[in-house]
């Protein structure tokens, strides 16, 4: 089974609107941590926001937010005003700690391309 | 700038050909990686260290050697290139309780 399922292989939004992109995750793991992360086409990695499994909040970082519902196992990004310059690959991953306490491997989904159209 | 250095940046090999991709942090990170990352599709992991000395196997490992003779270096041999491992290559670093630094990627093409 798939730890990180991202289940939009493409989104379009207007300049200015808001935009939901989905995240499931699968772990038996009481500690892990969510990620969001953006690739332009120039190719970089470029981290959003994070997520941790006992984090009481969403999180947010400026006009991105993370809506984490964990009984759902689920993490949607929510990117508020789009911008032009949004249009990008957007990656969902998962960090899990294992037993030891000594591993901190990253597993990401296979992505949504979101494009914005003026 | 302090973060994740990976060179070359492109690189064609022809099948059967070796090299070595290379990739320096100076934040002190325990924890490095190596991902790859397919057309169209998310990054799988390769291998990756929690320490100097200490490697493992990721996701995808066969065709590739790693060492960690030193915190900061964390190099990714390809033995005997095959087309299948066209791709794109990054290196990411990470400490227990800070997030993940991404190198900028190494472009390869075997052919």
């Known amino acids: 089974a798939q730890k990180i399922t991202q289940t939009q292989p493409g989104m379009f939004v207007q300049e200015k609107e808001a935009v939901t992109l989905d995240c499931t995750y699968d772990?038996?793991?009481?500690?892990?941590?969510l990620f969001w992360y953006k690739q332009p086409s120039s190719g970089e990695m470029i981290f959003l926001i994070y997520?941790?499994?006992?984090?009481?909040q969403n999180a947010t970082e400026g006009r991105y937010s993370l809506n984490f519902q964990k009984a759902r196992k689920s993490a949607n990004l929510v990117i508020s005003a789009s911008q032009l310059g949004d249009s990008a690959m957007y990656f969902c991953?998962?960090?899990?700690?294992?037993?030891?306490?000594?591993?901190?491997?990253?597993?990401f989904g296979k992505g949504t391309l979101l494009t914005v159209n003026p | 700038n302090a973060g994740v250095t990976q060179t070359p940046k492109f690189r064609i090999l022809k099948i059967g050909q070796s090299m070595t991709l290379q990739c320096a942090q100076d934040m002190n990170h325990n924890y490095m990686y190596w991902y790859r990352q397919d057309p169209g599709m998310g990054l799988k992991l390769i291998y990756y260290?929690?320490?100097?000395?200490?490697?493992d196997k990721g996701e995808v490992p066969n065709g590739y050697n790693v060492s960690r003779s030193t915190t900061e270096d964390f190099p990714l041999r390809l033995e005997l290139a095959a087309p299948s491992q066209t791709s794109v290559y990054f290196c990411?670093?990470?400490?227990?309780?800070?997030?993940?630094?991404f190198g900028s990627g190494t472009r390869l093409t075997v052919v």
């Open positions: 991953a998962m960090r899990e700690v294992n037993s030891g306490g000594s591993n901190y491997k990253l597993t």
């Open positions: 990411a670093s990470s400490s227990p309780n800070y997030g993940y630094t």
């Open positions: 260290s929690v320490g100097a000395g200490i490697t």
């Open positions: 772990t038996s793991d009481p500690s892990y941590g």
């Open positions: 997520q941790g499994s006992y984090d009481q």
